[in-house]
């Protein structure tokens, strides 16, 4: 893996990194330098905690890395990602752990390796994102940063049920790569017009199988989650380049602009234009 890193600020807080992966023909084995909070911007990868045990993150996702722990990162379909790595000071992550997850260390049971991000803290973490260019003010970066590390705390908390089926252990682990392998399908081509018999055959599995585990593994039904990954592939495309809206909108899976514009305001509560808008002026909520 190529990586190259870029500190964009620095406080007794936190610190926040940009950090840009490119394939390589090898596939190092990495251990965990700090506790980091990682937040894909854009691209694809797979993080391998063990052999046959892997979870596909993209921009729809938050991903937990801890100190220590060994893991390797693939790259599905050789695309390369960019994220936002959050590191936080010993004593504010421990005092967050406990009030957001009752919990007291990192490595907790209870806690997933990553989470689904909900729609306002992906655009609360395209608003960082954005206003960490236009150097804006500490006191606004650390509350935005704050609020991401806990949601996703709060959206990686596992709940009784969650880890009474994690008891289960192989039948668990099938499960979970079933479900990363439509997470990577969907991911690496949203705008095909999937069908559940096509991602059901791919994943080794039957279309009631693949409908229930993967709403009780990631939280929303998959046509839910492929809307998401569309609206997660138009944010990007909002942020890097002039292209227009409805240009995004069918580039991205979109049937139209209307459709488009229709998803972006269920989901985010906004509409793109506006959110284009409020994200360079940094008025994008962060609760």
Sequence with gaps: MQLTLKTLYRSDLLSIRHAVARPSASCELFYGAADILLLPVSGLFAK??????HYI???NHALFFRTGQPYRISFPGDIGDESLLLEFARPALAT???DVAGVQDWCSSSLHPHCLLAPRSMLNREALWLRLQSHASALEIE????????AALGAAHKDNRQQRRARHTVTMARRRRQVETV??????DPAQAWTLESLASHAHTTPYHLTRIFTEEVGIPLHRYLI????GKAIEAMRNGAASLTEI??????????????SFSTAFGTTPSASRLGWRAGVVGCR
Excluded: C, I, M, W
């Design 143 to 150: 509350e935005r940063s704050v609020a991401l590390l806990a």
């Design 183 to 188: 997470k990577e399908l969907l991911t690496l």
């Design 249 to 262: 909108a069918y580039q991205s899976g979109f049937s139209s602009h209307s459709h488009f514009t229709s």
């Design 48 to 53: 391998h905690d063990a052999p046959k045990e």
């Design 57 to 59: 993150a993209n921009s």
């Design 96 to 98: 967050l752990l406990n």
């Design 228 to 231: 998401r990954t569309r609206l």
